[in-house]
């Protein structure tokens, strides 16, 4: 009988104890009834827990340091939050001081179930995703430890959990009112060089709304990759983060048209003066003292927001926040519905967001049927060719105002560029 400690062998009408010491199996004695050898399992797994039980291997506590500073050293994404998912729900459990010979299976259930019972800093339940994170850590970390020679098998193999299945309650994005409240609000007054950082800011997000790029994405863009002079112009995105492939390691070509492209060019109109400092001259969105940006949204979004009129979620289509993130939602959601003209195919949405299969862009396949008769009437109003992108602030040349905000053109249906009556989408 195999428990979290060892395990009980039963040998004639006595129970033999055995569990692993410096990585072997060593029997702890034999005892006349299944209950006292129980006892004795638990007792060491008490000791072990409070680390008074030295010379029994490596326990998962102390692995996963060496194995996240090695997945640090190897620079996978996401490392920081990693360690905040390893310190939060791993670190602290009893099972984490064991060997990595003694972890079982029942450990790990027993874990996953009281994850499920859990609940966040904000009080409200743990989400299937961050279950499904958490728990994909640990089978990696035990997977590395098996490949190391530490275990003989992961025990993390042929468990079963549920995956969580994209709703549009998980996300949201903003309506075609709302992305005119975005593009067309009044930004609060100021100093001109705080209204100068805003309008600057502003244009982020719309390049961001109108491209679907993915944030890390946006941030680690480089001049090299932005060619809105071409006659189709595109994006070129090969990073997802300082160094790294983007996602899914697909590298890909964006588009630009629209209201991306008149609000790219307004900012690279507009970004020699954004800067203080030029430290990085070949990032496309530096900070204000030319650094690489981190993950975060830029520092003025919540005023932007607010200056929408969609920093109150009681206001809002779905009550809902808006994040940095839903801007891409967003894009998708207006291609897909047809909110900035005729309806594109999933297979093109997929390739333009990088998405890993068909199966992701499906969630937002709900908005076709629901809101195509409506988007008609909406998009045929949206007079904003000049208004979307307002060259409000001076910047070291002169902004043509003439400058459409979606260009038209003709195109095979093998491109994943859109035909010209999707180009026309946001002007009249």
Known sequence: MRYGCGEIEQRGARFRVRS???????????YATETEARSILDGLAALRAQGDVA???????SYGVKWLDRRETDGKRAIDTDRGRWERYVVPEAWAGLPLR?????????????????????????SPQTILHCFKLVSTCLRSAME???????????????RPRPSPSMWTFLTVEEQRMLAMCELPAGTERERQLMHGERLMALIAMGTGIRQGEQWNLELRDVHVDDAEPWLFVR????GQAPKNGKVRRVPLFGLALAAMKEW????????????????????????RRNRKAPRRWPL??????????ATRHDKRPVRWHDLRHTCASSLVAAWWGPAWRLELVREVLGHSSITVTERYAHLAASVLDEAGAQTSGLAMTDVMVPAAVPGPT?????????EGRDTQDSNLRPPASEAGALSN
């Open 239 to 242: 990073w997802g983060s300082a």
């Open 304 to 313: 932007i927001l607010r200056a929408a009129k969609l920093g109150d979620r």
């Open 20 to 30: 692993y010491v410096e990585g072997k199996r060593t029997p702890l004695g034999t």
């Open 102 to 126: 003694e972890i079982g299976k029942r450990d790990l259930r027993d874990w996953l179930s009281s994850m499920r019972r859990r609940h966040s800093t904000q009080g409200k339940p743990l």
């Open 55 to 61: 010379g029994t291997g490596a326990t998962l506590r």
């Open 148 to 162: 190391d020679e530490l275990i003989e098998k992961n025990p993390a193999t042929g468990l079963r959990i549920e």
């Open 398 to 406: 002169a902004a043509d105002p003439q400058t459409p905000c979606y």
């Open 268 to 291: 690279l109109r507009l970004r020699p003066s954004y800067m203080q400092r030029c430290y990085s001259t070949e990032l496309v969105f530096p900070t204000e003292r030319g650094r």
